[in-house]
């Protein structure tokens, strides 16, 4: 089945620690994203990449890094500069070339640093 | 990319049609709308988009009012596992990557 796939979907780490989230897709996707989410709010975006090897930061960068060295692989870590890392964690991508484009959305993982 | 604004909160009976409204008055001749749906603990899922022209699919209707400042997500017969927070977005096609801005959304609680 095509889709993305997010690993794992609850994570737990101790306060210092790096973390990477794996995002995957197989849709042929262009455009990857991550989104931060925060109980009861909407999601934000962290960082975003167009094409393989080049990525743009988003509205919230700062304590995050990411990498595209694969059009179907998106990570993301979670770095210890990161003041807040609790959250849900989504990757989602699209078809940029598509008019308009719909963002298809992996199931997302639950960070939690004690 | 425009600001939208939704009620917070909205109940439905199931089997009912859900109304759910969009203001959207700062809208640009450009920009499309688009509804996305998140079920609780899952990733939001596209539910439907329009640019000017009402629009239906096998999950919803869109209806966007003449001036374009605003729109209403219609589930026409709801049902318990409709029960989720609907988010409307007004983005221009491939400003700032793709990115889409999600705001607080509207919590749809489906009820027996």
């Known amino acids: 089945d095509g889709g993305i796939t997010q690993s794992p979907k609850y994570l737990f780490r101790k306060e210092g620690q790096n973390v990477t989230l794996s995002c995957e897709q197989n849709l042929n996707h262009d455009a990857m994203y991550w989104y931060r989410q925060d109980p009861g709010q909407g999601l934000r975006l962290i960082y975003y990449s167009q094409i393989v090897n080049d990525f743009q930061k988003g509205d919230i960068a700062e304590g995050y890094s990411v990498s595209r060295e694969k059009k179907e692989s998106f990570p993301l870590t979670v770095t210890s500069a990161q003041k807040n890392p609790t959250a849900f964690y989504l990757c989602a991508s699209s078809m940029l070339r598509a008019r308009p484009n719909e963002q298809f959305f992996g199931p997302g993982t639950r960070l939690t640093v004690l | 990319d425009a600001k939208t604004t939704q009620p917070p909160s909205m109940d439905c009976a199931e089997g009912r049609a859900a109304n759910l409204p969009c203001n959207h008055s700062t809208i640009s001749g450009n920009e499309y709308v688009y509804w996305y749906r998140q079920i609780h603990s899952q990733g939001p899922q596209y539910i439907i988009h329009?640019?000017?022209n009402n629009e239906t699919n096998e999950m919803a209707s869109l209806i966007i009012t003449e001036d374009r400042k605003s729109s209403t997500l219609i589930l026409p017969h709801a049902t318990l596992r409709d029960t989720a927070v609907y988010y409307c977005i007004v983005r221009v096609h491939g400003n700032q990557g793709g990115k889409l801005i999600f705001g607080q959304g509207t919590e749809l609680s489906v009820k027996p």
């Open positions: 329009g640019l000017k």
